[in-house]
């Protein structure tokens, strides 16, 4: 057997949005010769049950592989798991989609996408137009973190922001096909062969940061990232984790900070990584200075921010080398 398409969804107690995802693929969007795999990272609740049920009553059990993992061992882990045992059931795969459950795939959608890649031999991973379900985009094409792009994030201020523009993490999203420096993980499609040369997600990201990183890797192995603006994917935003733009967000997790922490220590040092904690520090500083001076406007960043950005980032610089290597890993990503 042999695919063009494998899509690898990664679960965790969203079982009823995962079956929705499904649905929108199945529902004359899905190109052929696609299969698609859901692992559930041990939710502990209906989820599997659940999935297993709308496969059977739609017939989906030929193009659908479910995966119940024994355990959670984070999404990059997950994710790598999942696209094994679909190469074993279905061979190996020219494209994979990442595709996050919380998503709802409109029509025309991924075969945008395959079409980019198949007439740019270069491209290794492309992006899809992420938006709410009313249409409003979402940032979903990104620079590479920096000091500067760390401090200009942060600190939410208009003339900041123009001077340091260039660095600026999120920039306006393009009309029309563009490079980017990475592409959001919730609707990723990478070529087979560069996930092949880079060995994929790094399993040591629990969750965040992983497809920032596989971007940068495959950048420096010669690959371009592509954002493709007529490939249109719904986004219903951490339903998972509750880190969200529509609601009051839920207290950032640990392993945020910690997947933070590895990118940078990861790519440019621990030097690097203290330069970048002071910007952003300062930027969270002169954010709510400003707050204070002008009366107006209120913080929309998760309870108790800083104190948690101070427990989990900066004092990681202190500690002797042997104590942060031994830092217990987050076991539940909920």
Not at 116 to 129: C, S, T, Y
Request: charged residues 20%.
């Amino acid at each position: 057997m042999s695919a063009q398409l494998i899509i690898v969804i990664v679960n965790y107690r969203t079982g009823a949005l995962a079956v929705d995802c499904l649905t929108s693929l199945f529902a004359g969007t899905l190109p052929s010769e696609s299969y698609v795999v859901v692992a559930d990272a041990a939710s502990g609740d209906d989820s599997v049950p659940m999935l297993e049920k709308a496969i059977s009553q739609n017939s989906w059990a030929e193009a659908v592989l479910m995966l119940p993992l024994q355990d959670n061992r984070g999404f990059s882990a997950s994710n790598n798991c999942a696209l094994e045992a679909a190469i074993g059931r279905f061979g190996p795969p020219r494209y994979v989609l990442f595709l996050n459950p919380d998503t709802l795939v409109r029509p025309g959608a991924l075969q945008a996408l395959l079409d980019f890649l198949n007439i740019h031999p270069r491209a290794g991973i492309v992006g899809a137009h992420l938006e709410d379900p009313d249409g409003t985009p979402q940032a979903c094409a990104f620079r590479f973190p920096t000091v500067l792009g760390e401090l200009e994030s942060e600190a939410r201020i208009g003339l900041l922001s123009r001077l340091l523009s260039m660095w600026r993490i999120a920039p306006k999203l393009p009309d029309l096909p563009a490079r980017m420096d990475w592409v959001s993980g919730a609707a990723l499609l990478a070529r087979m062969e560069l996930l092949e040369d880079t060995g994929g997600f790094d399993p040591d990201y629990f969750l965040y940061f992983e497809e920032v990183d596989l971007c940068l890797r495959a950048a420096r192995n010669g690959w371009e990232c592509w954002h493709v603006p007529d490939s249109h994917i719904v986004h219903l935003v951490g339903q998972s984790t509750g880190v969200t733009r529509k609601m009051l967000p839920s207290r950032r997790p640990p392993y945020w900070f910690r997947s933070r922490q590895r990118f940078f220590m990861k790519h440019y040092g621990r030097g690097y990584m203290a330069l970048s904690d002071l910007a952003w520090a300062a930027g969270q500083t002169l954010w709510h200075l400003r707050i204070v001076l002008t009366r107006r406007g209120q913080t929309v960043d998760p309870p108790h921010l800083f104190k948690d950005f101070v427990r989990h980032s900066v004092t990681f610089h202190f500690l002797p080398a042997k104590f942060r290597a031994s830092l217990p890993r987050p076991i539940d990503a909920g």
